[in-house]
């Protein structure tokens, strides 16, 4: 009895705790881990946030700049960000995962970490039904897959009910604006551009090339949109709207469809993008109720929520606030 207790002892001492998780990343890489990431670095915001949306903010060790939501990771050490990464803290800081954001990290370092054998995922969202994927990947990767689906379902039924409420509805024409100078957009494959979809909106840039075009006004002029919509700061109205006063020929102008929304609730891939997109999906809404109702100034009615920030270049500032956190 003695003996045999040992050889199970002996079994179980070597018997690996937890199955290897292997997982396919957006690069189409296959990732393989022995046990759950314990020690993670983020290098990017959105990473850093959908680790949190998992609850695996505990393992995050190091992140990116500029990873400010929520409010517990605003402490967690830098270690760089799109322009440069740190990598001598970031092996300092002996993570056993990088998940790194393809589009936005220097591939040179990326690879770099690679070759010194840190076990590296790509994440990069495009598409709305992306964050789901990423919510349940970052799941298996941290050992809290049942956490993660628990979001999962949320965000798939939130995106689901805006879908069914707006998808179909007639079409609207958008100009989104992420930056005055030099000016530029999204095209098509831009997630703004899917939740812009999702509003039954359609992105008067989608087929430019290039994920974020550098345009001028004058291709704003000829694309000549209804709605017009600038990202921008957390609680502060973007002062560039007031810039597309100079040309009234344009229906957004003419019409006061010029909005404001906070920049990370529509460009950054995380369960509250969905907030964003509801603020969008009501602005549209108001553009077609203007439709319904000539000369009605009606669509400040339908933006008379305190989640929705509209910003008008008549002078008549804003109604509520986008900032939630």
């Known amino acids: 009895m003695q003996l045999t207790g040992a050889i199970l002892a002996g079994m179980l001492l070597h018997e690996p705790a937890w199955p290897a998780i292997h997982v396919t990343d ?11 990431a314990r020690r993670i670095v983020s290098l990017a915001p959105h990473i850093t946030e959908l680790l949190f949306a998992v ?31 740190d990598l001598e803290t970031i092996l300092a800081l002996q993570p056993d995962l990088v998940i790194a954001w393809e589009s936005g990290n220097p591939a040179g370092q990326v690879r770099r970490l690679r070759q010194l054998g840190l076990p590296v995922f790509f994440s990069e969202p495009r598409r709305l039904q992306d964050i789901v994927s990423s919510l ?21 039924h939130r995106m689901q009910d805006l879908r069914s409420r707006y998808s179909g509805r007639d079409e609207v024409t958008v100009f989104y604006q992420i930056w005055e100078r030099p000016l530029m957009t999204v095209n098509g494959r ?28 004058e291709a704003v002029l000829s694309a000549n949109p209804d709605v017009i919509v600038v990202g921008d700061a957390a609680g502060e109205p973007a002062a560039s709207l ?4 100079r040309w009234p020929e344009l229906k957004a102008v003419k019409q006061q469809h010029l909005y404001s929304i906070q920049r990370e609730l529509l460009v950054r891939p995380t369960p509250r993008l969905l907030d964003g997109a509801e603020q969008l999906c009501r602005l549209l809404e108001g553009v077609r109720e203007t439709r319904r109702q000539p000369g009605n100034r009606c669509w400040v009615r339908s933006c008379n929520d305190s989640r929705v920030l509209v910003s ?14």
């Open 190 to 217: 831009h997630l703004v551009s899917d939740v812009i979809r999702l509003c039954g909106g359609h992105n008067v840039f989608a087929d430019l090339p290039g994920l974020a075009p550098q345009i001028d006004s």
């Open 136 to 156: 349940e990947r970052f799941g298996q990767l941290t050992g809290r897959l049942e956490a993660a689906r628990v979001q999962v379902r949320a965000f798939a």
């Open 26 to 36: 957006d690069a189409g890489q296959r990732v393989t881990l022995a046990s759950p």
């Open 242 to 245: 007031a810039a597309w006063r």
């Open 55 to 85: 609850g695996a903010g505990e393992t995050l060790v190091g992140a990116s700049e500029f990873s400010d939501y929520p409010e517990a990771a605003r402490a967690i050490p830098r270690v760089g960000g799109g322009s440069g990464l």
């Open 312 to 325: 008008s270049v008549d002078g008549h500032g804003s109604h509520g606030s986008t900032r939630k956190d």
